[in-house]
């Protein structure tokens, strides 16, 4: 039986080795080497598409980056007492202008609300847009955008005063809720009380900041945003202390930079200009010490995000310093958040889930690997 069955074997094998000899014979016929190339080109020209921006090309033309902000949020994107932009949001947009040209102030700030901000971006007003702003399907699908990635994970909350006595938002049945018109926040807030068979009255405010003003006139009894923009607009209350943040979180709200659709190319730019912000913090670069990790790291890992080593940069269209210029401008992940909404700063938030993701807590900040 085993003899047969190898019999059966041999001649299988005999008449695929001659189909396979007939196959590679047709294929070649009327060959030339004239089709050769053209079908290497073709092979190329499918594998390694041009990489080209044409907002890329455009920003260094005009020698400048317009990013649009926030109009005023503490912590976030404001002018100071000499009319100079600071702020989270501002500084990610200072890094991204230091690693496309090479000069972090080499920026115009564009101050935008809420119901301009895609449209700054879909006119080319703007090249990019970093406002506290939140990433979510109908935004992609609808308004002619492309999220570039995360810069800070929060979710939306409530400010009482303490004189209510609240412990949690479920005793708000029947309270005024001031809200801004015409944003996630409006329909968090409806979804919430409605899911939970609360009853509420919505003081609708056409901005954040005009939704800030009612409460502090105490037109409501309770003001609904962002976590990050509450702990900002409490620091402007006249008694700050007299206010707290219940702890019910009734959304997610991803917030990052958002760009135009239909250039994928500056889509990568700018989410790999953030992402290399967040893996120098994890691998210990910083503004201070980014020099002497670009000339003396033997980490492969830092000496690819420094340009030492590779072409990533080339990769973007960039030079090859791109992360060293944003680096030595604003610093790392960490450093930008303690000094702006941190530690450091009046807000003082916790990283919470803008930890690391191997801190001890830790968060959802993870850097993707430049390779």
């Not at 299988?12 to 189909?19: I, P, S, V």
């Not at 400010?159 to 949690?168: N, Y």
């Amino acid at each position: 039986m085993w003899a047969r069955r190898t019999d059966r074997v041999r001649t299988a094998a005999a008449g695929f080795a001659l189909a396979t000899g007939l196959l590679v014979a047709a294929c070649g016929q009327g060959e030339t080497p004239a089709d050769d190339q053209a079908t290497e080109e073709a092979r190329e020209a499918v594998a390694a598409p041009e990489f080209t921006s044409p907002t890329l090309q455009a920003i260094k033309r005009r020698g400048r980056l317009n990013c649009g902000v926030h109009e005023g949020l503490v912590g976030f994107a404001y002018t100071d007492n000499r009319g100079q932009w600071r702020g989270f949001d501002v500084d990610f947009c200072k890094a991204l202008a230091a690693a496309v040209l090479g000069n972090a102030e080499a920026v115009r700030f564009v101050p935008l609300t809420s119901s301009q901000r895609f449209e700054a971006l879909r006119s080319g007003r703007v090249d990019v847009l970093w406002r506290t702003t939140s990433w979510t399907l109908s935004r992609e699908a609808q308004e002619g955008v492309r999220f570039a990635g995360v810069n800070y994970y929060d979710g939306q909350g409530f400010l009482v005063r303490r004189s209510l006595d609240l412990a949690s938002a479920a005793e708000l049945n029947g309270a005024r809720v001031c809200v801004q018109r015409a944003s996630t926040s409006e329909l968090n807030v409806a979804d919430w009380f409605r899911a939970r068979n609360i009853e509420y009255r919505p003081i609708v405010a056409p901005n954040e900041e005009a939704a800030r003003e009612a409460y502090a006139r105490e037109n409501c009894d309770a003001f609904s945003a962002d976590i990050s923009a509450l702990a900002a607009a409490r620091t402007l209350l006249p008694n700050p202390d007299q206010h707290t943040i219940l702890p019910d979180v009734i959304s997610k709200e991803p917030l990052g930079p958002a760009v135009k659709r239909g250039d994928e190319a500056w889509t990568s730019v700018v989410r790999w200009t953030l992402n290399g912000l967040i893996l120098a913090e994890e691998l210990g670069v910083t503004r201070d010490n980014v020099e002497t990790q670009a000339s003396e790291s033997p980490d492969p890992r830092v000496r690819r995000l420094l340009g030492a080593e590779g072409e990533h940069g080339e990769m973007l269209g960039l030079s090859p310093n791109w992360m060293r210029n944003a680096l030595k401008a604003e610093g790392n992940y960490g450093e930008i958040f303690a000094r702006n909404i941190g530690p450091d700063s009046p807000l003082d938030l916790a990283r919470g889930l803008n930890a690391q993701w191997n801190a001890r807590p830790g968060g959802l900040i993870y850097a993707l690997p430049i390779r």
